[in-house]
């Protein structure tokens, strides 16, 4: 029996909207890395999953009675290290990690249950609705066999609508926010919405054909109009409605100094700030807090890339910011991530 993954979502780059699907599968050239992966295997329920399987290119373990698991270092892309995770009953998971040489990557993944969201038949097609209002439209004939011919059985249809609200989506979404726009550039997106289905056949292998599957009707989030998002050490954080002010300041060649927080009351916040003349380009960040790390910025290379400027109050200032540092304890960190804040004052 073949299951074929797809994941859907609502995403949004700075002004551009886009659907993405396997994001994971993103290309890269960049360089290698050791790395050694380890962590635990969850349910929803913060519960242990037993006998989960994790795979990191040639590597591979199963989770123990703790949901515990630890692969052998092994050599990754460092830029685009895939971590893939399946168990019976439960979603398949994959997640791409940026990472640093010789580094020991600790992981929570959150495992979600397979919930099956109704039937199609595959050569008339149809429409799968979720409880939250999202859709899934198959068009007739849209599912082949293994050979390419039209597969003409009945599909059981499994989906789940993955909130962009949820405050633990970091630890159960595939995937980590990355897109190639029409360029060919990576560019860091937003998620307004996920869904994760799978597809179901007991008589044969089957696809589904290029470009014959609709994700629509996914309730978007509007708190994510502001946002700062990032991934610190391979896991991924969403920071909404943070703010932004311009303030002239006394440097020596004028000019104009942002600074950008999203303060919250069960942490320190985050925030960066830096030196731009209130200008597009690429900027040094010369000052930032993330959550309780205090940062060593002599030993740090921290810089964001501003693509729109902010002219007057209201306006939003919108870029990408990373991408290594080191904490005053001396421990180093990777961290990669983007925001689109409106300017207060």
Known sequence: MYKPKLLFALLLLCSGLYIACNKDNLNSSGPQATVTFAGRILDENGQAIQGAQVRVEGESASTDKNGVFRLKPVRVDADNAIVFVNKIGYFDFSRAHIVQNNAILNLTIQLLKKQQAGTINASAGGNINLVNGARLS?????????????YTGTVRVYARYLDPSDPELAYKMPGDLRGINAEGAAQILSTFGMMAVELE???????????????GDIQVCNGLSEFIQYTLDGQFFTKVDPGCGIESDSMPNGGFYTQISALEPTSFGTFISFNSNNQPGTFAIDGMRIDTFEIDFANSNLSTKVTTAPAVVGDPIIGT?????????????????????????
């Open 321 to 345: 910011f990373g991408t290594s540092f080191k904490d005053i304890y001396g421990n180093a960190h990777t961290i990669s991530g983007s925001y689109r804040v409106i300017r207060d004052y």
């Open 201 to 215: 056949s007991q008589a044969q292998t089957f696809n589904i054909q290029n470009n014959n599957l609709d994700a």
């Open 138 to 150: 198959f068009p007739a004939n849209a599912i082949a066999d293994k050979t390419g011919s039209a």
